[in-house]
């Protein structure tokens, strides 16, 4: 799939101790995208901070998930 050339792009890692966004931004800057934001603490981080994210969909699209809980009320 292509990013369009003006859309944000947010780069992470696993943690803060990686360096594996870095590298992918200064190549995406490199390939000519310019509104790159590193977001340095990753994913330990954010999930620490807000925990883990919701699937995004598209109106009339089911998410697929690996929990097996979902369809249990209780």
């Given at each position: 799939?292509?990013?369009?050339?003006?859309?944000?792009?947010v780069?992470?890692?696993?943690s803060?101790?990686?360096?594996?966004a870095?590298?992918?931004?200064?190549?995406?800057?490199?390939?000519?995208?310019?509104?790159?934001?590193?977001?340095?603490?990753?994913?330990?981080?954010?999930?620490?901070?807000h925990g883990?994210?919701?699937?995004a969909?598209?109106?009339?699209?089911?998410?697929?998930?690996?929990?097996?809980?979902?369809?249990?009320?209780?």
């Amino acid at each position: 799939a292509t990013i369009p050339a003006g859309r944000p792009i947010v780069t992470y890692c696993q943690s803060a101790g990686c360096k594996f966004a870095e590298n992918v931004s200064l190549r995406l800057i490199e390939e000519g995208y310019s509104d790159i934001a590193l977001f340095k603490g990753g994913w330990a981080e954010w999930t620490a901070k807000h925990g883990r994210p919701e699937p995004a969909t598209e109106p009339g699209k089911e998410v697929e998930t690996d929990d097996a809980d979902q369809d249990d009320p209780a």
